[in-house]
Structure formats: structure tokens, C-alpha cells
């Protein structure tokens, strides 16, 4: 089994490659890496009922491939080893989605999912509208990537957003509960001190 060194390694390899414009290197990381970017598009389409279909989620993957590849490749090449490859190229997608869903909300085409799967307990009830609730989670997970680093908004991301547990999101990063939660237990102090979304952020 290769180590996380060996793995990271490589990973700077290929990525240097993409930024020199190697086209066998841009095949290579779209193979690899396909799947985890549509999961990422798919997260966030059934978390907020999006629903986008199979054109548009290919929209997105491009989108999304082109966020990661352009200007040679300045999005993975200032990824710089600060966390897993995955973990940054799942934000980077994420974020993309994001936009997207924002851009929707705007013309008035998104909807608030029926269901509480991996609702949000940072965000309180006040009676707002659906649209004005979605805006508010929207605004919140944009807030998240600003002031927090790459792990500590997926951890956020996936203990409030999506309902992992602590024990999930550790297997994922490769840290120990302990560990994890002392990283979101400063997330949410950073968080706390975040002027625009401070009164809307309940960690109590």
C-alpha cells in the first residue's frame, strides 16, 4: 500500500504536469479524479433539491474541470500539500456548485429540500422563508471556505451541512475523533468571530 507521501508525491507530480499543458496529464487527472467530483455535484444537488439533471451536472463537471485546469492549473498548484489533493479538489467542486445554486436562487429557481437530511443545526428557525433560508445557507457556506482552512470547512461542511459524524469525517481526513473535534471547535470560534453571519451562527 502506497503511504499518504508517496500518494501526495505523485499527486505534485501530476499536477505539475497539468500546469506545464501535458494533455496525457489533463486525461489521467480527469480519469482519476471523475468520480469525486460528481459525488461533489451530487451532494449538493439532492442536499438542496437543485434539481439538476444529467446535462446539467455535466454542465457543472466541466465547469468544475475548468475552475481546477485553468490559467495553468493555479487552483491545484496553490493546493501546496496543505491537506489532502481530494479534500481540496472536493471544495473547489463544491464551491462551483455553490455558485451555481446561488445564481438559481436568485432567479428564483431553487427550493429548500423537504427532507432534514444533514440539516444544518448552525442556522437558527426564525420563521424566514424557504428562499430566505436557503439564501442564509448559501451565504453561510461561502463564509465557511473564506475564514476556514481547507480541512476544517469540509469538516464543517460535512458534520453541519450533511450530517457526518465526527467518527465519518475522521476516517475521511485520516484523524482521530479527539482530533477532529478540536479542529471544528476552533472552526466554530473563527466562525463566531465572522463579521455578516456571526448572529446566524449558533454553537451553543
Known amino acids: 500500500m502506497r503511504s499518504t507521501k508517496d500518494r501526495d508525491n505523485e499527486s505534485v507530480k501530476l499536477i505539475a504536469r497539468l500546469a506545464a499543458g501535458d494533455a496525457q496529464a489533463w ?15 451530487n451532494r449538493v444537488n439532492g442536499r438542496y433539491g437543485a434539481g439538476w439533471d444529467e446535462a446539467v451536472m455535466e454542465d457543472l463537471f466541466a465547469d468544475v474541470l475548468f475552475k481546477l485546469l485553468r490559467r495553468d492549473a493555479a487552483a491545484l498548484t496553490s493546493w501546496q500539500g496543505r491537506c ?6 472536493y471544495r473547489i467542486a463544491r464551491n462551483v456548485c455553490i455558485d451555481e445554486l446561488r445564481k438559481a436562487a436568485r432567479r428564483g429557481e431553487v427550493q429548500e429540500a423537504d427532507d432534514d437530511r444533514g440539516a444544518p443545526t448552525a442556522v437558527r428557525d426564525d420563521g424566514s422563508s424557504a428562499r430566505d433560508r436557503m439564501d442564509l445557507r448559501l451565504s453561510l457556506e461561502q463564509a465557511i471556505d473564506q475564514v476556514l482552512t481547507a480541512r476544517e470547512a469540509l469538516a464543517v461542511h460535512l458534520i453541519y451541512f450533511e450530517g457526518y459524524t465526527y467518527r465519518d469525517v475522521g476516517e475521511r ?32
Open 27 to 41: 486525461r489521467e487527472f480527469v480519469e482519476r479524479y471523475r468520480r469525486l467530483l460528481y459525488s461533489a455535484i
Open 84 to 89: 489532502r489533493l481530494e479534500t481540496w479538489i
Open 173 to 204: 481526513l485520516g484523524m482521530t475523533v479527539g482530533a477532529v473535534s478540536g479542529m471544528v471547535y476552533r472552526a466554530l470560534g473563527k466562525m463566531r468571530e465572522y463579521g455578516g453571519v456571526r448572529e446566524h451562527w449558533n454553537t451553543e
